[in-house]
């Protein structure tokens, strides 16, 4: 199983583009990067997921470069509300992949006004 | 709106009492699991479901089991609690169409345990 590497914490300021970076070295031919956000007393939210180069959609963009031995969740222009721990996952997709994902500790972003 | 529905979101219990955690999804999902969180470990998988009646050890059961009689329905049990039991509790679904699925981890808003 993959195992993940991101940084325990980061602060940013509102308005700022946000890169959290995720190792993941031992990455597998069929593994998906996923990333989810949880904020205080809630269930991880999904936010994006990607396979290589780049993926984009209404929240965030992921970068995964060619070796797929790390990838950057950015998130653009960020607000107070973005304050939330984010999870970097490696693992692959099917019908009962999910139970194989593990979650690490996570990146604590703190935003600032 | 998907819904995950964990019945209780903050519960009190005594050394050694039955605690019961119940999970409804309305998804429609085969999958369905039950998480721990504690800080700085992070989430970890207790047990999961694929399909009803069925069940599967995750990376800490001991302590634990679980009951998935209907589809939608997947029930955590404590059968005598201990206080390394408090924590918060996670149920979440997902599901996974050949070659279109993200196989995308739906979660339910938490249930906190305490074990006095």
């Known amino acids: 199983l993959a195992k993940t590497t991101q940084p325990i914490s980061m602060d940013s300021y509102e308005g700022q583009e946000v890169n959290i970076t995720c190792s993941h070295n031992?990455?597998?031919?069929?593994?998906?990067i996923t990333w989810y956000q949880q904020f205080p007393s809630q269930g991880p939210r999904f936010i994006i997921q990607?396979?290589?180069t780049k993926v984009t959609n209404e929240v965030a963009s992921l970068f995964i470069p060619a070796d797929r031995k790390s990838s950057t969740l950015s998130l653009p222009r960020v607000s107070l509300s973005d304050t939330a721990v984010y999870y970097c996952?490696?693992?692959?997709?099917?019908?009962?992949?999910?139970?194989?994902?593990?979650f690490g500790s996570g990146t604590r972003l703190s935003i600032r006004p | 709106d998907v819904k995950v529905t964990q019945s209780s979101r903050y519960l009190v219990k005594r050394t050694g009492e039955k605690v019961f955690l119940e999970c409804v999804q309305d998804?429609?999902?085969?999958?369905m699991f039950w998480y721990r969180q504690d800080p700085g470990l992070g989430l970890r998988l207790i047990y999961f479901?694929?399909?009803?009646?069925?069940?599967e050890k995750g990376d800490i059961p001991e302590g634990y089991s679980v009951s998935r009689e209907k589809k939608e329905r997947f029930s955590l049990i404590l059968e005598s609690a201990s206080t390394n039991q408090t924590s918060m509790y996670l149920c979440?679904?997902?599901?996974?169409?050949?070659?279109?699925?993200?196989?995308?981890?739906?979660f339910g808003e938490g249930s906190r345990l305490t074990v006095l």
């Open positions: 979440a679904s997902s599901s996974y169409k050949r070659g279109a699925d993200t196989g995308e981890l739906f």
């Open positions: 031992n990455i597998a031919t069929n593994d998906y």
């Open positions: 990607g396979y290589k």
């Open positions: 996952l490696v693992g692959p997709r099917g019908y009962s992949s999910a139970s194989k994902i593990i």
């Open positions: 998804m429609d999902h085969e999958n």
């Open positions: 479901s694929y399909d009803v009646k069925m069940k």
